[in-house]
């Protein structure tokens, strides 16, 4: 299995940036499909951006297509969210997360491990 450790998050005015990180451990981080989720106070978790099983596609949502980058960095076991124009409805806790099998990426149901959330909070 993998543990997955989400770290980055904090508090941001609206148009700023942050990056996230999502360091791994355990088993190979290249193993799996990773992806990123959020959820909102009252809200549902919701998709935000992933890697396909290889690694080579990404997929983002709607709503940060644009403004959000998904990356990884495989020999430091490290993927990242570089997010940029932010905001207000962009606060939430974000997860990391890995999913072990070639599943669509965008349900939450298919992902088999979980960070424990970083939370990021845009003031308008």
């Known amino acids: 299995q993998v543990q997955l450790v989400e770290s980055g998050g904090g508090l941001v005015q609206a148009g700023g940036s942050l990056r996230l990180s999502c360091a791994a451990s355990g088993r190979t981080f290249s193993s799996y499909g990773m992806g990123w989720f959020r959820q909102a106070p009252g809200k549902e978790r919701e998709f935000v951006a992933a890697?396909?099983?290889?690694?080579?596609?990404?997929y983002y949502a709607d709503s940060v297509k644009g403004r959000f980058t998904i990356s990884r960095d495989n020999a430091k076991n490290t993927m990242y969210l570089q997010m940029n124009s932010l905001k207000p409805e962009d606060t939430a806790v974000y997860y990391c997360?890995?999913?072990?099998?070639?599943?669509?990426?965008?349900?939450?149901?298919?992902?088999?491990?979980w960070g424990q959330g970083t939370q990021v909070t845009v003031s308008s």
């Open positions: 997360a890995a999913r072990m099998y070639a599943r669509n990426a965008y349900d939450v149901s298919n992902y088999d491990y």
């Open positions: 890697f396909s099983r290889s690694g080579v596609t990404t």
